[in-house]
């Protein structure tokens, strides 16, 4: 899709590229934080959220009596009356953990493909704009050309918000109680926008959009812990 939307930009610009790149606030206060040569830092940080939420995993599957926060998942047995009785509660394992951030990221990522097939921006980044603009023109130059960190028609929204709020939110929802994890987390997340805008590799409408699009396909936890709440609210305007 990304080598589809370069192909559709090639075809309404032409060969002489994309306009200017839009004016953006973000993009001005991060210039020159980071030096030209520290685009690792990116992928340094995207990496430091996967090795908390592969720390969290490995941590409910290794680890016992550890005092994660957060919600649990409540065992019950089944006594020969039929009566079901609970027995303990232990953290949410990590498998139905790790199926939940990959349920909450195909979502998003559905989202975003439709957002950036309609919406086309010039690029901010110095590749997609000459003497390096190369849209793709034949059919197996779309199908076949990968490009993983020089596409040009994916912006709005941002696949790398994407992926690490939904990380983020797993080992904030999941293990509260671990602070130097929650803080490394929170830390690299905030690494990640700044990184993205120092190097333009987004607008700041990108990330902006792409912070609530993963946060917003989390709601079941959201509504479950307002249920109480609701049902307080409930009882009351029923007595009255």
Not at 39 to 45: A, D, G, K, M, P
Not at 164 to 173: A, D, N, P
Not at 194 to 218: C, Q, R, W
Request: charge should be negative; proline fraction near 9%; include cysteine.
């Amino acid at each position: 899709m990304h080598n589809f939307v370069y192909y559709l930009e090639g075809e309404i610009w032409g060969e002489a590229g994309p306009p200017p790149p839009l004016k953006d606030l973000g993009i001005m206060l991060f210039a020159g934080v980071f030096p030209p040569s520290a685009q690792w830092v990116v992928n340094l940080s995207l990496y430091l959220l996967v090795g908390m939420v592969l720390t969290l995993c490995l941590g409910r599957l290794l680890l016992n009596n550890v005092p994660w926060g957060g919600p649990q998942t409540m065992l019950v047995q089944e006594r020969e009356d039929w009566e079901e009785v609970k027995t303990c509660s232990i953290p949410v394992p990590f498998v139905y953990l790790c199926k939940r951030a990959c349920q909450v990221l195909s979502i998003a990522l559905v989202l975003r493909v439709f957002s950036y097939m309609l919406t086309l921006e010039p690029n901010p980044a110095p590749y997609c704009h000459p003497p390096y603009w190369d849209p793709p023109n034949t059919v197996g130059e779309i199908m076949g050309r990968v490009e993983i960190t020089g596409s040009c028609g994916d912006l709005l929204f941002s696949s790398h918000t994407l992926h690490s709020i939904v990380m983020l939110l797993t080992v904030l929802r999941h293990a509260p109680r671990l602070y130097i994890v929650c803080g490394i987390s929170v830390c690299s997340m905030i690494l990640v926008i700044m990184a993205l805008l120092a190097f333009k590799n987004h607008y700041s409408h990108d990330i902006v959009t792409g912070e609530p699009a993963s946060a917003l396909s989390f709601p079941a936890p959201l509504f479950s812990s307002l249920l109480p709440f609701f049902r307080v609210s409930y009882s009351v305007v029923e007595r009255v």
